[in-house]
């Protein structure tokens, strides 16, 4: 709801039918064009990308037709196809050959988002933004967000040292923004004064501040082959039945820590709480239109049930128009080519 809506007299004031015609302003395209207040530009998509050590041929990902896990060499490529369309940036996920308890690739100079970045950051990092997500999902044998305790819980206060970690290693190799989506309590503020400390001042955060414990990344975890291999993540993530206070009480807690921007995730099911958060920050607020979000549509249209160009952009309208300033979607690139 925006400030003049909420003052507007109640429609008994107002002109009634027939002076009253709210069809006048839809009769043409022109019209409807000219009159719409949501519009999409390729600037503010950004392109979630999967890069995986050890593969030399780029890998489909079942649940996500048209997502690949990338070699280093496709990576690239689809880095410029997104540049060239006018998509606003890229973040990267990398899918380590060696996991460990502790995610020991996730802070490792050699490790394949680090050098994924040093292969993009010398052509392609002045043309869109290089970001990364920071946790150790992806890196972790164990598949959780974070270091274990010895009765197998998410140990929070150490797991911030290995995102400070990761998160120096990922600017040190060329990342332009870091997004840690792990959802520890002190992430941002850990995160914020590792950079500070090595160097690193200038680097934006864009804080995962409200992330669901959410059915829609089933998809995401085939991608990144990062399924917790016992559990799940309700003890970190948050619960979808949780009073919306609560995410924006994250939010407030990410500024407060440093957080540049903030993110609301998924997307589609939480519309309510972006809006929320939009009208609580000065700061851009993104939203992740989440693998099942995608692998939903796409599947659907493969079967000829709906319209999958027109429910891709609608959905997308629909996210902007509930806030959001940044959109992370797996379509950036196609949408952009639509939209130019
Ligand atoms: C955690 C992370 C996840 C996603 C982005 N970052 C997975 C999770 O929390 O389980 C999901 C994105 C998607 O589903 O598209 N590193």
Partial sequence: MNARSRNLPPATDMAQFPVARPRRLRRTA?????????????????????????????????????????????????????????????????????????????????????????????????????MTDTCLDEYTDHGHCGLLTETGEVDNDATLERYASAAVAQAAAGSQVIAPSGMMDGQVGAIRAALDAEGFAEIPILAYSAKYASGF?????????????????????????????????????????????????????????????????????????????????????????????RIIMESLIAIRRAGADLILTYWATEVARTLS
């Fill in 30 to 130: 022109p019209l409807r064009r000219m009159v719409a207040g949501t519009r999409l530009h390729p600037a503010e998509l950004i392109l979630p990308l999967f890069v995986k050590e050890g593969i030399d041929e780029p890998q489909p990902v079942a649940s996500m037709p048209g997502v690949f896990q990338h070699t280093r060499d496709s990576l690239r490529k689809a880095v410029h196809e997104a540049a060239e369309a006018g998509v606003g940036g890229v973040i990267l996920f990398g899918v380590p050959v060696h996991k460990d308890a502790r995610g020991s690739a996730a802070d490792d100079p050699e490790g394949i988002v680090q050098v994924a970045l040093r292969d993009l950051a010398a052509d392609l990092g002045d043309q869109l933004v290089l």
């Fill in 217 to 309: 990344y089933g998809p995401f975890r085939d991608a990144a082959e990062c399924a917790p291999q016992f559990g799940d993540r309700n003890a970190y993530q948050q619960d979808p039945a949780g009073p919306i206070g609560e995410a924006l009480r994250e939010v407030r807690l990410d500024l407060a820590e440093g957080a540049d921007a903030v993110m609301v995730k998924p997307a589609l099911a939480y519309l309510d709480v972006l809006s929320q958060v939009r009208a609580m920050v000065e700061v851009p607020v993104a939203a992740y239109q989440v693998s099942g979000e995608y692998a939903m549509v796409e599947a659907a249209a493969a079967n000829g049930w709906i319209d999958r160009e």
